[in-house]
């Protein structure tokens, strides 16, 4: 692999969000790079929302070549970008901003990666949501990127938890006709034991049990919540296993865990920013050496 040098060329990409410290897209971003010899380097930037406008405007107005955003910016940025793709504007999130030079200026051009990422991991675990009725946990821009994913992929239902019911309720209008139909929105565990609702597939995209901010401990679902037999997808990659992981695994549950979505998501904005599908065979090997080592 070859090591390229800094210079007065070297494009700068940037992952920016709060928290953001914590985050292994440098890793694999400069791994990217460096295995496809492009003179660029992926740092980390991570600031609290009053300074969001100004760090936005200052990374195109410095040059910087592209953006990932992560929580809790993501439908903040959406609001901020010159253009969106399709998915960015069915989801009403932005992960990814591609910065291009145009007759008018610096324009930015966003993207959502994490509908890939979602895709991408369940293909590779050999798992279909097609048919399959979906639990998902959240409200952010994650989740927002889940139901898309698991619509577009046919789900037969897709079930939104949230502390927050008005932030499930602005999920479910992003939607239309028969996708809509197919939201419905749980305000609490409690009425899915009295309901008895056999989701096939729950989804994490809260920050509970994540490690920052007092989390890990603690759990998005019940503990006397049965999870034998379903698919448990983790957006959480630190600690990968997660308590919901952990529970899941024991209840005899299929998991796919949080670096494979953050791996997935990362070739994809590579591909955007570079127009080169980046190889992701031993990424997650090196992730996981690198978690060990912080340990």
Known sequence: MKQTSISSKTKLLALIGYPARHSLSPFIQNIFLKDNNIDALYLTFEFPEDMLLNAFNGARDLGIYGLNITMPYKEKIYQMADDKDDSSRITGSVNTIRFDSSKNGIKANGFNTDIDGFTVSLKEAGQDPENKECLIIGAGGAARSAVYAFLSKKAKKVYIYNRTREKAEKIKQLFFGEERKKIEIIENFEIIMKKKINFDLICNCTPLGMNT??????????????????????????????????????????VIDGLDMLINQAASSFNIWFDIVPGTKNIKKMLLKNLQCKK
């Open 213 to 254: 901010q007092n989390m890990m401990d603690s759990i998005p679902v019940p503990e006397s919540l049965e999870l034998k037999n379903k698919i448990v997808f983790e957006t959480i990659y630190d600690p990968v296993e997660t308590k919901l992981i952990k529970k899941a695994k024991f209840d005899g549950a299929s």
